[in-house]
């Protein structure tokens, strides 16, 4: 067989892989359940909140401070903090197990914190564990990017 035939049955089967892989339920519910956290967020729902959020939710901000699920949402509920404008992209989804689902992405939302609006934009990893048929978010940690990689360009 010629190298272009070789290439070209590489190439069907990898798309027939491709077209007949079927979507992921856990994903799908998954992704459903984060784009619900931001409609929450945004609307200053902690009980909606407090519904996608496991009990032993450890919360990493940005800043590096740590929360567990009761401060999270009180926190949400002081009435000091408010979110509009908040979408996510760049979304990978990894799934170590079928009870995990790891989120990669971006994120950015305008954040009120006392009187004063910001924009937000963070890079973040979410992990969503399957407790009891309800996936809820077990863990969470964001960064700002700041542009100054130590890593040299190539």
């Known amino acids: ?57 450890r919360f990493v901000h940005s800043d590096g401070r740590i929360e567990s ?14 979110y509009t404008d908040a979408k996510t992209s760049g979304v990978e989804t990894l799934k170590p197990s079928t009870d995990v689902v790891v989120l990669i992405g971006a994120q950015e939302m ?16 979410a992990l969503w564990r399957n407790e009891g048929g309800t996936w809820r978010m077990f863990a969470w940690q964001s960064m700002r990017p700041s542009g100054n990689s130590v890593v040299p360009k190539k």
């Open 69 to 82: 699920k009761a401060d999270y949402v009180k926190n949400m509920l002081a009435g000091d903090t408010a």
């Open 1 to 57: 067989m010629n190298l272009f035939r070789k290439w070209a049955v590489v190439a069907l089967l990898a798309g027939a892989c491709l077209s007949t892989r079927a979507a992921d339920p856990a994903i799908d519910a998954v992704l459903r359940a984060d784009q619900a956290r931001l409609a929450a967020m945004m609307a200053g729902d902690g009980a909606a909140l407090a519904r996608l959020m496991s009990e032993e939710l």
């Open 110 to 125: 305008r954040k009120r914190l006392g009187p004063t609006w910001s924009e937000v934009k963070l890079r973040y990893m």
